[in-house]
């Protein structure tokens, strides 16, 4: 059997990209399983998608902890750890990552032994990575080795059919030029054997001892989430308080702040913790001096790299 | 009939399209709302011929499905987890009308705390609700039992409604080869829906189910759903061996994998159940005559089935992905007063529990469960119940909670 994990993040089209992998070994003849990992995400966030394929009907189920193949998208997830880009990476693994890092880096900055090959990033503009699933489709299909240009032209055909003649086009030209930049390297994904009963690792099960409710009941006892959640980074538009025309009156935008991230000052002011303010926007709304303004949070974070004040 | 990818959800949107399903309440859920979003579509396109209403609530959703069944035509709504159960007053209300339908539960743990994935507490706390329950392992068993589902809950002896349930994630969101079957033919299986006596109108009011006060009545109305719900073993049988014939897919009420010469056998229901499967060839490779069960049918629960399924085996081992508080594991407790008291019964049953919250059980944990199971046969003692957790995990958990106590003594401080 097959296992393809795909990484990426959110709007980066992993979904996308293992339905059309899935679909293309389905009309190989294969026995086909593919799902996304959705969890509470939004656009940015970490996601996994994964394919199996088999010549038998396929009895694994969940997620793929040992991959045959694992794609990455995103080479900024590789070091963070909740997206778990290297879980169950072994010398077998074939590693493909979008990035303008060499293989040899990568395998040294991971200290990784197996196959590792890179999809030259073509361009800075942020509107082409939309087709970045279909890139890492293509280039993933060649180094499977077991899917014609056919099968995965068809696929892309099916899977984005109702997106229009123009979307097709552009994904089918992506996904084929990666798919023929790997043709030296054809074939090159190995499957494991199956797993034993004769010799098997016994899990290392323990008995889990009670606790007291002041320990094991689920509670944290802090506005919005744990403050070790930087759940600000979610953030696309930066609520700002100018303080020239706050009124003062402190319990409006603090009360109806939904995450608990504004604070009162012991001079009476509000003061947004930007660690967690998710940008939600809703204490611009009800100021009522409106002396909370929006603005766009890279231009936020260029002004602060610049110095000076958001 | 055509073979394609599908997912649990757009395989039960395809069950109910092929049922000519003619009106659809429904409300929002992860991870079910693709099923409506899917009979939208449809509805929007003409491809199916059906009214759709969005309700505000579960409750409400619930009381719609049980209040248009009372009309006399064929619904079907979809729901999950917390959905479930805020619509549990209308459950057990709407069961009680006899007016049936096909209610999809897509499972997903309960809060508290809240989670997203999958196991089986919210469709177990519809257990005793009067809706007869089938468990699906696949995608296209998702389709193939909504087809059925409908056939059973219109049948005369039984007349209630009946939920199908799927696991979230690992069939909701998970693309499968599903065969879609020729409409033709689904609708010659499915049949028109005669409602008999079932002729509630607006203009010309009845009463549905009216008080009753003594406890006389009352118990004869309860009792006779029990007996209907009981005959739905015999009726689902006959349906199950109607659909093999005219599909040639073979659904029994319990699914029987390698049991006939295996000496263990592991009995679990749901998705994992696959997992499971996987590891019984494994295990047979190794030389180990080990077998699965796997309930499809919850309610009615099949007793007898497992009674001669089971006669014999020298031990069988309970996975259940629910916990009932202060008990341990429901299908253990049930097939345990199944089994009671049977001269043929096996003597070591053992209770698992896994999958809490879609926690992933590893083909090592099964061949752990058999050998644990293997080794209570030849010393004669039954372990305490098991819940599969490992160090590992447990570690992750020690490391959440001292962020957390750091995060409380920090907190304290500014107190």
Redesign the interface.
């Known amino acids: 059997m097959y296992r393809i994990r795909f990484h990426g993040r959110g709007g980066q089209g992993m979904k996308t990209a293992s339905?059309i992998l899935?679909?293309a070994f389905?009309l190989q003849g294969y026995?086909?399983?593919?799902?996304?990992?959705?969890?509470?995400e939004r656009r940015g966030a970490p996601i996994f998608a994964y394919v199996r394929a088999d010549e038998t009907p396929?009895?694994?189920?969940?997620?793929i902890?040992q991959a045959d193949l694992v794609i990455v998208a995103d080479d900024s997830l590789v070091p963070v750890p909740g997206a778990g880009v290297l879980a169950g990476v072994d010398k077998h693994t074939v590693i493909l990552i979008n990035s303008d890092e060499s293989p040899e880096v990568w395998k040294q900055r991971l200290n990784i032994s197996g196959k590792v090959f890179t999809l030259p990033v073509e361009t800075e503009d942020r509107a082409e990575l939309r087709f970045i699933g279909a890139t890492c489709t293509g280039a993933a299909a060649k180094l499977l080795g077991v899917i014609t240009r056919e099968s995965l032209s068809q696929a892309i055909e099916e899977e984005l059919g109702d997106l229009g003649h123009a979307v097709v086009e552009k994904n089918l030209h992506k996904a084929l030029t990666a798919f023929d930049l790997m043709k030296k390297h054809a074939g090159c994904v190995s499957t494991m054997e199956?797993?034993?009963?004769?010799n098997?690792?016994?899990?290392?099960?323990?008995e889990?001892p009670f606790e007291d409710a002041r320990?094991s009941a689920?509670s944290?006892?802090?506005a919005a989430n744990?403050?070790?959640v930087k759940t600000g980074l979610w953030r696309t538009q930066r609520p700002v308080i100018d303080y020239e025309h706050c009124s003062g009156c402190w319990w409006v935008c603090s009360t109806f702040c939904p995450d608990g991230a504004i604070n009162v000052t012991e001079q009476g002011l509000p003061d947004i913790d930007y660690d967690h303010c998710k940008g939600c926007m809703v204490c611009v709304a009800q100021c009522p001096p409106h002396a909370i303004h929006a603005i766009a949070e890279e231009v936020a974070q260029a002004e602060e790299a610049k110095g000076g004040q958001a | 009939m055509k073979r394609k990818l599908l997912t649990g959800n757009g395989a039960a949107a395809w069950g109910a399209r092929l049922a000519a399903t003619d009106y659809i309440p429904a409300f929002p859920i992860t991870p079910q709302t693709e099923i409506i979003e899917a009979l939208g579509n449809w509805i929007d396109t003409d491809e199916m011929d059906a009214r759709m209403v969005t309700l505000e609530s579960e409750h409400s959703m619930i009381t719609s499905a049980g209040a248009a069944a009372a009309t006399g035509v064929r619904v079907f709504s979809a729901t999950s987890s917390q959905g479930l159960l805020y619509g549990m007053e209308m459950l057990y209300t709407v069961a009680g009308w006899r007016a049936p339908f096909v209610l999809v539960n897509v499972s997903r743990g309960l809060s508290s705390p809240i989670t997203l994935e999958p196991d089986h507490n919210d469709i177990l706390a519809a257990r005793d609700s009067g809706f007869l329950q089938i468990h699906c392992s696949t995608c296209q068993e998702v389709l193939d039992s909504t087809l059925m589902a409908f056939r059973l809950g219109e049948d005369p002896r039984v007349r209630l409604p009946v939920i199908v349930n799927l696991d979230g994630f690992y069939l909701s969101f998970t693309r499968e080869p599903v065969e879609i079957p020729d409409e033709t033919a689904a609708r010659q299986f499915v049949g028109d829906y005669d409602p008999e006596n079932i002729r509630f109108r607006a203009s010309s009011p009845v009463s549905q189910a009216v008080a009753v006060l003594g406890g006389s009545p009352y118990s004869y109305f309860r009792y006779e759903s029990h007996l209907a719900a009981q005959n739905g073993l015999a009726v689902y049988d006959e349906i199950a061996t109607e659909f093999a014939e005219r599909f040639g897919r073979s659904y029994t009420a319990i699914e029987s994998y390698r049991t006939d010469d295996a000496e263990l056998v592991f009995v679990m229901m749901g998705s994992f159940a696959t997992k499971a499967r996987e590891a019984v060839d494994r295990l047979r490779e190794n030389g180990q005559a080990v077998g699965l069960l796997r309930p499809r049918l919850l309610r009615p629960f099949p007793a007898q089935h497992f009674q001669q399924l089971l006669a014999g085996k020298k031990g069988v081992a309970v996975i259940d992905q629910n916990i009932s508080m202060g008990m341990g594991g429901v299908l253990h407790s049930e097939l345990a007063s199944a089994l009671y008291g049977q001269p043929e019964s096996p003597r070591i049953l053992l209770s698992f529990i896994g999958g809490l919250g879609g926690r992933d059980i590893s083909l090592e944990e099964f061949f752990e469960i058999s050998a644990v199971t293997q080794r209570a046969v030849e010393e004669g003692q039954v372990p305490p119940p098991r819940l599969l957790y490992t160090e590992s995990e447990l570690r992750e958990v020690r490391k959440l909670q001292a962020v957390a106590k750091v995060e409380r003594d920090e907190l304290g401080e500014k107190k």
Do not use: C, M
């Open positions: 339905r899935g679909t389905f026995e086909v399983q593919d799902a996304p990992r959705y969890g509470a396929i009895n694994e189920r969940g997620i902890t199956k797993t034993s009963a004769a098997y690792t016994r899990p290392a099960w323990v889990l320990i689920p944290i006892h802090a744990s403050v070790q």
